[in-house]
Nanobody, 124 residues
Framework: QVQLVESGGGLVQIGGSLRLSCLASDPLASTYTKGWFRQAPGKEREFVAGVGWSGELTHYADFVEGRFTISRDNAKNTVDLQMNNLKIEDTAVYYC?????????????????WGQGTQVTVSS
């Protein structure tokens, strides 16, 4: 069982930035596909960004529009999400995910492990 612990959420104004980080407990997770999802109140959990084990391949949801960057450090067993130019609609609980599966990031990550989530609130 891989444990994932997120950090870095908080309250930020429109246009601001936040950096989320996720630490995995199992060294084997450094070889896993990793990514981020989010869930706003009353909505389903949705894919945000994913990164392959080497860090070279990434994929983003359309709504990211170049504002977010996902990165990983396999030596530290972490995956980060740098979020810039935040919008009100980015307000959600953000979840880290890690999976031994590959292929479509959304599908692969949903079959893996989840963190407990960290709240991101964007205010006006």
């Amino acid at each position: 069982q891989v444990q994932l612990v997120e950090s870095g959420g908080g309250l930020v104004q429109i246009g601001g930035s936040l950096r989320l980080s996720c630490l995995a407990s199992d060294p084997l997770a450094s070889t896993y596909t990793k990514g981020w999802f989010r869930q706003a109140p009353g909505k389903e959990r949705e894919f945000v960004a994913g990164v392959g084990w080497s860090g070279e391949l990434t994929h983003y949801a359309d709504f990211v529009e170049g504002r977010f960057t996902i990165s990983r450090d396999n030596a530290k067993n972490t995956v980060d999400l740098q979020m810039n130019n935040l919008k009100i609609e980015d307000t959600a609980v953000y979840y880290c995910a890690a999976s031994r599966f590959t292929g479509d990031y959304d599908l692969a990550l949903r079959k893996g492990y989840w963190g407990q989530g960290t709240q991101v609130t964007v205010s006006s």
